[in-house]
């Protein structure tokens, strides 16, 4: 891209509730395909009373999974009671809990969702329908792979150990996952681990403390440009030069330095989010990933 504003990151879902944690499901050694369109992951979804599969975005940066209120109504689930849902322009109602019995291939999937509008993400993606979000209670208590390779998403009953692999420490946190990373080759800062983010980074300077990250209904769907810059950027023992780079002027979520999205998670063949053991695992970095055109 030449122009130093861009349209990216449709997504960006932080969803917790004061009055529950979501169902967690068996970390039975299981699988799922995927496509990766748009810089998202999307996963077809099968569930009683819907006659197609249905098309849902897989999103570590969402704390609890989503259902769509148009999709929720065609399958003829009652709506829960209200909650606030805040987003970056405004508020919005969303309802808990939503009971579904779901699968993406052989995965169960979480059996509680929050009832909320989905129009304005769909009209950001390709195929102009989004019938929900798998968030963040997928990962509880289980070790999730993501084949960028293979298009897999799988459950491992233990996290890889190949030669060549990253290990990461991962913060995990009522308001979301957290990785560390280095900027231009700045202190590690924590930013999310956010496969609902379409872009390689969102990076933000200012500091918010970690206290103001409150457990609440919160919900950022609209799309947004901001400027773009080159960085250099540091995981672990792999380094990346040139890589588009979001800037915020505040952080997107309290006490987080930024987003770290799919652009830059599908340079690597896999990544294994080990909720669990606290920790994530890079697999080696992708042939495809150097050949990329820089911005």
């Known amino acids: 891209m030449t122009t130093a504003m861009r349209l990216h990151c449709a997504i960006q879902v932080l969803l917790v509730l004061f009055i529950c944690r979501a169902s967690r499901c068996s970390a039975a050694s299981?699988?799922?395909?995927?496509?990766?369109?748009?810089?998202?992951?999307?996963?077809?979804?099968?569930?009683?009373?819907?006659?197609?599969?249905?098309?849902?975005?897989?999103?570590?940066?969402?704390?609890?999974?989503?259902?769509?209120?148009?999709?929720?109504?065609?399958?003829?689930?009652k709506r829960g009671r209200p909650v606030p849902v805040m987003g970056v322009s405004g508020t919005a109602t969303g309802f808990w809990p939503q009971v579904l019995d779901a699968r993406a291939g052989r995965i169960k999937l979480p059996r509680k969702y929050v009832m909320?509008?989905?129009?304005?993400?769909?009209?950001?993606?390709?195929?102009?329908?989004?019938?929900?979000?798998?968030?963040?209670d997928f990962f509880h208590d289980r070790i999730v792979q993501i084949d960028f390779q293979r298009h897999t998403i799988r459950l491992l009953g233990k996290s890889p150990?190949?030669?060549?692999?990253?290990?990461?420490?991962?913060?995990?946190?009522?308001?979301?996952?957290?990785?560390p990373i280095q900027v231009n080759n700045s202190a590690l800062q924590w930013v999310?681990?956010?496969t609902g983010c379409a872009s390689d980074l969102q990076w933000v300077t200012a500091s918010v403390g970690a206290e103001g990250c409150t457990k609440r209904v919160a919900v950022a769907l609209t799309s947004f440009s901001v400027p773009v810059t080159q960085t250099a950027v540091a995981l672990g023992a792999f380094r990346f030069e040139k890589v588009p780079t979001d800037l915020q002027e505040r952080e997107i979520f309290p006490g987080e330095k930024g987003l770290l999205g799919n652009g830059m998670l599908s340079r690597f063949q896999s990544v294994?989010?080990?909720?669990k053991g606290k920790r994530v695992i890079l697999g080696r970095i992708s042939p495809l990933s150097e050949k990329r055109p820089t911005s």
Do not use: Y
């Not at 799922?32 to 996963?43: E, L, N, T, V, Y």
């Not at 304005?120 to 979000?133: E, K, R, S």
């Not at 150990?161 to 990785?179: D, I």
């Open 192 to 194: 999310r681990l956010d």
């Open 30 to 77: 299981e699988e799922a395909p995927f496509q990766f369109r748009d810089g998202f992951i999307w996963i077809e979804v099968t569930t009683a009373g819907a006659a197609e599969p249905l098309h849902f975005l897989f999103d570590s940066g969402a704390q609890l999974s989503v259902i769509d209120t148009r999709t929720a109504r065609h399958l003829g689930i």
């Open 116 to 136: 909320l509008d989905l129009s304005n993400l769909g009209q950001a993606c390709t195929n102009g329908m989004v019938d929900g979000i798998i968030g963040a």
């Open 161 to 179: 150990t190949e030669t060549g692999m990253q290990v990461l420490p991962l913060k995990v946190r009522p308001c979301g996952m957290l990785v």
């Open 272 to 275: 294994t989010i080990d909720a």
